[in-house]
């Protein structure tokens, strides 16, 4: 995989929570396909992140920079490896999501693929069109405080 993945797609689940991953998406991986994945919970929401493992050891690398004498420190480590599985997809291409991690994002038969940059989220359908409608109304003034912070950055 090279730069960063681009798309939203629509996916199924089988009953046996298995799913393939988008054709366009296969792209985007490439070589990535043939070594294992990380799939963990979501920092800020009820969705699970997919990683590809360069993508997760760069994360781990930054988080651990972190002193683990700090109590604050090793409590954010704890809970933001909490439930983490190492994933590898089956020999058809389907990616298994693990029971736990399931039921933590609530996920059924229809699910959304969300790119975000060095990751993809796994949401169910319904919870990420409602996070995303609930989100539109406050969209423009949160991109105007996020990238607004660019410019000003850059000028420093």
């Avoid at 050891?57 to 930054?62: A, F, P």
Wanted: proline share 1%; glycine share 4%.
């Amino acid at each position: 995989m090279s730069g960063y993945l681009i798309g939203v797609y629509e996916c199924k689940v089988d009953s046996k929570a298995r799913m393939m991953i988008p054709v366009q998406l296969k792209k985007q991986l490439g070589s990535a396909l043939t070594s294992s994945f990380i799939l963990k919970r979501s920092v800020f929401h009820n969705c699970l992140e997919l990683f590809t493992i360069d993508s997760w050891n760069s994360v781990v690398k930054d988080i651990n920079r972190l002193n683990r004498f700090v109590k604050k420190n090793n409590d954010f480590i704890r809970m933001f490896t909490a439930g983490v599985k190492l994933i590898d997809l089956d020999s058809t291409g389907r990616l298994l999501i693990p029971k736990d991690l399931k039921q933590y994002a609530n996920i059924e038969s229809n699910i959304v693929l969300s790119s975000s940059g060095n990751m993809i989220e796994l949401w169910n359908k319904s919870l990420y069109e409602k996070t995303i409608k609930e989100k539109e109304s406050d969209f423009s003034r949160m991109a105007e405080e996020v990238m607004g912070e660019i410019n000003n950055n850059q000028n420093e």
